[in-house]
């Protein structure tokens, strides 16, 4: 801590810089449990510095950006707060990867409206755990003291990640054909969108959210909503590796319905088997307390499907056991067809 840097009148103003210089001495860590052989920075810098290196012969970079969108105000109501990191790694490098890249580093952005050192790092655990499970660096990020401008109990949370892809292997949708197979990679939950939805329809401010519910296996609603999205980079990575893979989509905010139809070319649809989506006890709960028809379901959520793979019918098997063997539960729940619509669910 730099005991010379303080500010009377700041702290006055609602901001204890030195509050700032807890939180990063809190949160390192955390951070020291993702660093890979291309971080040539500290924390501390004004910016993060990543070496590429010379591994991949004809590099381009990807990008991705998000954040935890409205999740948030479960953690602020459970306070709970080591997991929403988890969220917004998996929210930009599940991105990432859809061309296939494997993400290399993250960074974050915090605006709080007070400055709580442990809650902050906390807050960060969540990051570097998500990083880790994607194999990125946490190489920077920043926390911005806002008060009145966030309530004292809240923040916001986004960040970005940057990856990197071999120019000739970038997953083209150019070999797509009727016939080929779509793969479903199942989800953790929610994941983290259609929270104005799912906040609205269970009135989770008044609600009881902590009591166990059998029909969520005896999870609570608060901790069930909270579960952290899953981070398909370990999986995918490896299922690119054994298998041509010809599209993936990221499936976010706007469900089946936005989102598999962004990775299918012109005169090409998928067709999803109903009956084969393995749907999650908890969006059953999200139709019937809200009374959201079948259709705002599959265009507002996951459904129990966080990412979909598409690849020849001939190779369906293998990837299915090459993803079972990086641990998901992966299985074939529709196919590509000749089609003006992009997508069918029947």
Known sequence: ?????????????GVDITAGYKAVELMKGHIKR??????????????????????????VLVSGTDG????????????????????CVAMCVNDVICCGAKPLFFLDYIAVGKNVPERVASIVSGVAEGCVQSG??????????????????????????VGVVDKKKILDNKTMKAGDVVIALPSTGVHSNGFSLVRKVFDVEKADIKTPLEALGGKSLGETLLTPTRIYVKSILALIDKV?????????????????????????GAKIDRAAVKILP???????????CERDMFNTFNM?????????????????????ANGENAYVMGEIVNSDTKIQIC
């Not at 936005?258 to 299918?264: A, D, G, K, M």
Request: aromatic share 8%; proline share 4%.
């Open 34 to 59: 993702t660093m890979t052989d291309g971080v040539c920075s500290d924390i501390g810098g004004f910016g993060g510095l990543f070496n590429l290196g010379k591994k991949v012969k004809n590099p």
């Open 244 to 268: 041509k893979v010809k599209a993936i989509s990221h499936i976010t905010g706007g469900g089946f319905y936005e989102n598999i139809p962004r990775s299918i070319p012109d005169g090409l």
């Open 1 to 13: 801590m730099n005991e010379k840097s303080f500010s009377e009148s700041y702290k006055a103003a």
């Open 282 to 292: 908890i969006f059953d709960l999200l139709a019937k307390t809200g009374n959201v």
């Open 136 to 161: 990125c660096a946490l190489i920077g990020g920043e926390t911005a003291e806002m008060p009145g401008f966030y309530p004292v109990d809240e923040y916001d949370l986004a960040g970005f990640a």
């Open 68 to 87: 935890v969108g409205t999740k948030l105000k479960l953690a602020f109501l459970m306070d709970k707060h080591d997991t929403v990191g988890i969220d």
């Open 304 to 324: 129990g499907v966080g990412m979909s793979v598409v690849v020849r019918k001939e190779d369906a098997d293998k990837a299915v056991a090459v993803l079972h």
